[in-house]
């Protein structure tokens, strides 16, 4: 985005005499804070005849009802497959149904055939054999690609990369690959569209200061980070100085791209949930619907005061293969619909007044 950086450091210095022992806290960016929710696996749950229903069990649409909600962005992940789960076959038509119900859209590229997180970042099958240069080159041309076709207005170049993408070729170990391939997907992006906004994703916050400092040289418009209580710790504090600091560090805005939180410690299926006893989560907020509630409107209060957004991830992952299925959903109990398909509270704090 032209001009970010530069507001940026103009409102840092209107903040920088007031500065303390604390973080300073910069004001935050003139531009609407928004909620939003990483949907992805919605085709497949839909395939499956799963119903979706609002706060009344009235049956809906799920994008409408979450745009009625006032939500803003829908997320969307991308896998370098051809056809099926993640594909440009598959975005191309879901990114068109998200615009038609007056949301935008957020890709983020796992670059793989499959999810990339801080533990997996496997280069897709059909890159492994390339050489440095076409790598690089099909980087470039792919994220190009899929923006232009769906029409993203907010792209991550990466998915939860604290250890590096594409291993082995771009293992974050000082080579430089790992910048290079950033800078490929950033000048992809730049290609399809000079308006889009580019997000570098890290998962959780420590250590969040160091992974930046070796990327700051890069053209990317603003941080996202993921929180999650069981990963990341409980102190909420510590997120919200964590994210003010990074701000002012590296006059870029921090957004909050994925968290989830329970709305219960029960399950809906025989798949194993990520989140499953008490000390998973956080005292403050009990595994209930309103715990939920309240978990979500204090990550939204954080990124309302950055003047950012917040991203809620697996709102779609309800027990969509039945009772028994132990390849369902690990997520039903962290979904924003009931083990009945029902909208929870939840919701509200995603949306926006406006």
Wanted: aromatic share 12%; charged share 20%.
């Amino acid at each position: 985005m032209l001009g970010l950086r530069q507001f940026l450091q103009f409102t840092l210095l209107l903040t920088a005499f007031a500065a303390c022992e604390k973080a300073p806290e910069p004001a935050p960016l003139q531009r609407p804070s928004w909620g939003g929710t990483d949907f992805s696996q919605l085709p497949k749950v839909e395939a499956e005849g799963w119903i979706f229903r609002d706060s009344d069990s009235n049956e809906v649409d799920p994008i409408l009802y979450l745009a009625e909600q006032g939500l803003k962005v829908i997320r969307l992940k991308v896998w370098n497959n051809t056809s099926g789960d993640g594909s440009l076959a598959e975005l191309t038509p879901y990114a068109q149904r998200i615009h038609d119900a007056g949301m935008q859209v957020m890709l983020t590229f796992h670059y793989s055939n499959t999810w990339a997180d801080p533990g997996a970042q496997t280069i897709p099958t059909q890159w492994a054999n390339l050489s440095d240069s076409d790598l690089l080159d099909s980087v470039r041309i792919f994220t190009k690609k899929v923006i232009q076709a769906t029409n993203a207005e907010y792209v991550q170049i990466g998915n939860e990369i604290n250890h590096g993408m594409m291993k082995p070729f771009g293992a974050r170990d000082g080579s430089g690959n790992f910048q290079r391939l950033l800078q490929a997907g950033l000048e992809g992006a730049r290609a399809a569209d000079d308006s889009v906004m580019t997000f570098i994703h890290y998962a959780g916050f420590e250590n969040a200061d160091i992974f930046y400092r070796t990327i700051d040289s890069l053209d990317f418009d603003a941080i996202g980070l993921s929180y999650y209580p069981k990963w990341h710790g409980k102190n909420l504090g510590d997120l919200r100085s964590s994210c003010f600091n990074l701000t002012s560090e590296f006059e870029r805005p921090v957004y909050l791209v994925e968290s989830s939180y329970p709305f219960t410690l029960g399950w809906a299926d025989w798949t194993n949930n990520h989140i499953g006893s008490a000390d998973q989560i956080m005292g403050a907020f009990p595994p209930s619907r309103a715990g939920q509630k309240a978990f979500l409107d204090e990550l939204r209060n954080l990124t309302d005061s950055l003047g950012t957004g917040l991203m809620y991830w697996g709102g779609e992952l309800v027990a969509y293969k039945g009772p028994q299925a132990q390849d369902g959903s690990p997520y039903e109990n962290q979904a924003l619909f009931s083990f009945n398909g029902v909208a929870l509270p939840a919701i509200s704090a995603l949306g926006s007044n406006d």
